[in-house]
């Protein structure tokens, strides 16, 4: 089993930063893929960013030039700096682990954290 545990959510003013972070524990040997994504009220979770063990990463066209991936991969953590924050992207933010080599030589797939608030409001 996997857990993942997010941190860093809150209010913010428009124009603000804000930086998430999520840590991953278990039986993990390695992580492929870490990412995030979002859900506001009313819509479908989207993908806001991911990153690969080897530092590809891919970003939501609604958030290039202004949020940042990163991880440390001997931490299994992701980071996402999120700068120049609008009222749109205030939503609930969750971490995500695919493909998951275990201790055990297994991979397991898609875990998911519990989420973390962001809300970009004056």
């Known amino acids: 089993q996997v857990q993942l545990v997010e941190s860093g959510g809150g209010l913010v003013q428009p124009g603000g930063s804000l930086r998430l972070s999520c840590a991953a524990s278990g039986s993990i040997f390695s992580i492929n893929v870490m990412g995030w994504y979002r859900q506001a009220p009313g819509k479908q979770r989207e993908l806001v960013a991911t990153i690969t063990s080897g530092g590809i990463t891919n970003y939501a066209d609604s958030v290039k030039g202004r949020f940042t991936i990163s991880r440390r991969n001997a931490k299994n953590t992701v980071y996402l700096q999120m700068n120049s924050l609008k009222p749109e992207d205030t939503a609930v933010y969750y971490c995500?682990?695919?493909?998951?080599?275990?201790?055990?030589?297994?991979?397991?797939?898609?875990?998911w954290g519990q989420g973390t608030q962001v809300t970009v409001s004056s």
């Open positions: 995500h682990a695919d493909r998951v080599a275990t201790i055990a030589r297994t991979y397991e797939y898609d875990y």
